[in-house]
Nanobody, 125 residues
Framework: QVQLVESGGDSVQAGGSLRLSCAVSGVTYSGFCMGWFRQVQGKARGRVARISADGTTTYAEAVKGRFTISKDSAKNTLYLQMNALKPGDTAMYYC???????????????????WGQGTQVTVSS
């Protein structure tokens, strides 16, 4: 059974850092586009960062320069390093896997077949 399990979410002060992890099982995630998304209650789920099978990364404008997406094939884990956190970053964060090698073909949440259950990030001022 394909499973994606996020961890690392916490409550931190503005300016702090967190490292989110997404443990993947049941699928070779390294061969596909992987992404991080976030959602606030009452709002649509938005794309945060993506990494293609070849390692190419893309970021939402709001997190450029502060967040870094990476993966460790040996550990079968996806990461999101979050620095200089702002209150606006408060959300439930989800990791997801698409059925494409390149994230160029997976711009929307509906393009991702597998999702984790999320990990909460809360940033206070």
């Amino acid at each position: 059974q394909v499973q994606l399990v996020e961890s690392g979410g916490d409550s931190v002060q503005a300016g702090g850092s967190l490292r989110l992890s997404c443990a993947v099982s049941g699928v070779t995630y390294s061969g596909f586009c992987m992404g991080w998304f976030r959602q606030v209650q009452g709002k649509a789920r938005g794309r945060v960062a993506r990494i293609s099978a070849d390692g190419t990364t893309t970021y939402a404008e709001a997190v450029k320069g502060r967040f870094t997406i990476s993966k460790d094939s040996a550990k079968n884990t996806l990461y999101l390093q979050m620095n200089a956190l702002k209150p606006g970053d408060t959300a439930m964060y989800y990791c997801a896997a698409a059925g494409f090698k390149s994230c160029e073909y997976a711009p929307l949440p509906t393009d991702y077949a597998y999702w984790g259950q999320g990990t909460q990030v809360t940033v206070s001022s």
